[in-house]
């Protein structure tokens, strides 16, 4: 089953995102949040765990990120961006993880 995207742009800081159906959303750059089916009503003060990363599609993003990157590419990237990410990579361990833990991490520090 499809679910339509819609491109929306975030009220507090411009940033253009694309939002699955009617879903809760959190914007991934300034951490605003808004109710489901109205993009314009912000959510109420902490509600920021109920929300958490309902607005992002992790699947595709591990999806994206195993085309955009060879193992390589993908260390560098953690190692620059990410070191909490990168010193937690074990010897020989599979990019499919790799990008698992680089996955799992970013909601966490709001990245």
């Known amino acids: 089953m499809l679910t339509k995207m819609r491109r929306l742009t975030c ?6 995102l694309h939002a699955e159906g009617n879903r809760p959303m959190v914007c991934p750059y300034c951490r605003t949040e808004y109710l489901t089916g109205d993009w314009g009503a912000q959510a109420p003060e902490g509600t920021a765990e109920e929300v958490g990363t309902a607005g992002w599609d992790l699947e595709m993003i591990r999806r994206l990120l195993a085309a955009a990157f060879n193992d390589g590419e993908l260390m560098t990237l953690c190692f620059d961006r990410f070191p909490e990410v990168y010193d937690a990579f074990g010897s020989g361990m599979p990019k499919s993880d790799k990008i698992r833990a680089l996955v799992d991490h970013c909601p966490q520090r709001g990245q």
């Not at 009220?11 to 253009?16: L, R």
């Open 11 to 16: 009220t507090q800081c411009g940033a253009t």
